[in-house]
């Protein structure tokens, strides 16, 4: 079995996972109005972390986040040959040094925790988060490592802010994904980091399973998403078939919903699709706006919070049913026990990814 | 057992397919070099003008692997070859491009934004075959055979059946790309750390 746990969410919700948990139990948002940050000068919705500021915010983000999660597993796997950290990002030190958004990271963490091997990029548009946490499942399942630690981080630069203006999707009120009223996206920023491994002892609290998933290009277009689902299907199916699993057998659907009008059409086809559309399904982009590289981690962490707590967590933003294939959008937090959940990725590039986590 | 059946090296006034030049760059045309190569091998894909430098790279590069290398992708479901890709700078110098949009030409370009990620190569390259399999890019500091090997491995025993990989290095100070298809076969170059140390080096005969 492969086990998942040690969670640790830092976002403008909170330094933690509890702290996190406290602000979504009570539909908390970290989203505000940001005065004069557009590239105009306009006043912009972003999910911003308050104290985090000056130079080498990434570093900072992931080196807080590494020692919160050492100080919830067995310290000692930190510095062994059998554990790597990946960093799931996008932008990473973008604004530190633009052309080396990566490297310099790598190596001061590698020496500031003592790690046996440099610590691995990957860089997949807003899929990385959910891609890592399976590429470090297949790493520990395959034997190349015991343990693997998956941080995903990216900071609200204005480079993409600036970027996502000039496609005009960013949303002028805080993002509402799957609402009928959407209009884009809300930048955020934060980081999450979880525990991949073999050994169930390593974890201070019980992990859950992680059963790693598929990814799968739209082959469509490279900023625009697919018009038939037909990547996020193909996904979702190869991630059931792996495991065995079908479609009854999911208590929750945390899908990726970014709030643009095409991005939630597409996946609201997709799950009509995959028998999925009257499963308890959200976005937590209401809570942390999108945090590109780092989304999958995080929301796969409040993934693990909501299995810890048996709660499904509303999805903030949503009032009215704004896609072509009906969803059973969360309305309101409603306690449940949940045994197997889907998380759901889709980003730049066509790429879609999923991974299913599951109570032991 | 695995084995390279395909490479391509392209560099800053050469490119090589499986170790034999196939384009020289003249320094005398107005092209660029990646549009000489795309004009001299007569390819007809005009979404490669709006691509970026990564993603033209990595473009050019899986086209002349298919070309010199006829039904090398035929036997393959649109689902079974998964790309493996990475580099040290990400895409930096898009990036470098883009922001040069919004601080000097006064509007942030939408053009140039898409093409600020590195896995957008990828894309491309799934979109002009239609391919739906997996893709991966990573950024690490150097050329690693391990990488390719770990998870070339991992994709393997999970349904790819063949994998066209890449370094691809495209910056305004050099070019260093290295593509190469691994498949199934009984003989040929092993897909082992050796050979892709040897053949991301490669020159052509009369140069070693």
Not at chain 1, 232 to 250: N, P, Y
Not at chain 2, 187 to 192: L, Q, R
């Amino acid at each position: 079995m492969i086990y998942v746990g040690a969670e640790v969410i830092v976002s403008p919700l909170g330094n933690n996972a509890e702290d996190n948990w406290q602000a979504l139990s009570a539909n908390r948002s970290g989203i505000a109005l940001v005065p004069a940050a557009g590239f105009s000068g306009e006043d912009i919705h972003l999910a911003r972390i308050g104290s985090l500021a000056g130079p080498l915010r990434f570093q900072q983000l992931i080196v807080n986040a590494l020692t919160a999660l050492i100080s919830r597993i067995d310290a000692a796997i930190v510095p062994s040959n059998r554990t790597l950290v990946l960093i799931s990002s996008t932008k990473g030190a973008l604004d530190d040094d633009m052309n080396d958004q990566f490297n310099a990271t790598c190596a001061l963490l590698q020496q500031h925790f003592g790690l046996a091997h440099l610590p691995l990029v990957i860089s997949n548009a807003c899929i990385s988060g959910v891609l890592t946490l399976n590429v470090a499942a297949n790493m520990v399942k395959a034997g190349q490592y015991e343990h693997v630690i998956v941080v995903g981080c990216d900071v609200a630069s204005d480079f993409v802010l600036y970027g996502f203006q000039s496609l005009f999707a960013v949303s002028d009120k805080p993002c509402a994904p799957f609402d009928a009223a959407r209009n884009g996206i809300t930048l955020g920023e934060g980081c999450a980091a979880v525990l991949v491994s073999g050994t169930g002892s390593v974890f201070e609290n019980a992990p859950l399973e992680l059963l790693a998933g598929a990814s799968a290009n739209d082959a469509n277009h490279i900023s625009g998403p697919s018009r038939t689902g037909e990547g996020l299907v193909r996904s979702v199916k190869r991630t059931f078939e792996t495991h065995g699993v079908s479609a009854d057998e999911i208590d929750f659907v945390c899908a990726h919903g970014t709030g643009t009008l095409f991005n939630d059409e597409m996946e609201s086809i997709a799950f009509d699709r995959l028998s999925l559309a009257d499963k308890p399904l959200n976005s937590l982009k209401g809570y942390f706006g999108h945090t590109l590289g780092a989304a999958g981690v995080i929301e796969t962490a409040v993934c693990m919070q909501m299995v810890r707590n048996g709660m499904l967590v509303r999805s903030l933003g949503y009032t009215d049913a704004g896609t072509s294939r009906p969803l059973n959008i969360i309305l309101k937090n409603e306690p449940k026990i949940l045994n197997t959940i889907l998380k759901t990725a889709s980003g730049f590039g066509g790429g879609n990814a999923s991974l299913m986590i599951r109570n032991i | 057992m695995k084995v390279i059946t395909a490479y391509c090296n392209l560099r800053a006034d050469r490119c090589l397919v499986n170790g034999e030049v196939v384009a020289e760059r003249d320094p005398a045309s107005e092209d660029s070099w990646f549009k000489q190569i795309y004009k001299k091998h007569a390819l007809a894909y005009p979404k490669f003008y709006k691509m970026d430098v990564l993603s033209q790279a990595g473009y050019l590069a899986s086209e002349l692997i298919k070309k010199a290398n006829p039904g090398l992708v035929d036997a393959y479901a649109d689902d079974e070859i998964a790309l493996i890709f990475a580099n040290a700078t990400s895409s930096a110098e898009t990036d470098r491009r883009f922001k040069q949009s919004y601080e000097e030409a006064g509007t942030p370009s939408p053009s140039l934004f898409v093409y600020t990620l590195p896995n957008i190569v990828l894309g491309e390259i799934a979109i002009a075959n239609k391919w739906y399999g997996e893709n991966m890019f990573a950024v690490l500091p150097k050329f690693a055979p391990g990488f390719y090997l770990d998870y070339g491995q991992i994709l393997s025993s999970s349904g790819s059946r063949a994998l066209l990989c890449g370094w691809l290095e495209v910056t305004a100070t050099g070019t260093d790309v290295f593509l190469f298809m691994v498949e199934e076969r009984e003989t040929g170059p092993a897909f082992s750390h050796d050979n892709l140390l040897q053949l991301s080096q490669a020159r052509e005969a009369a140069a070693i």
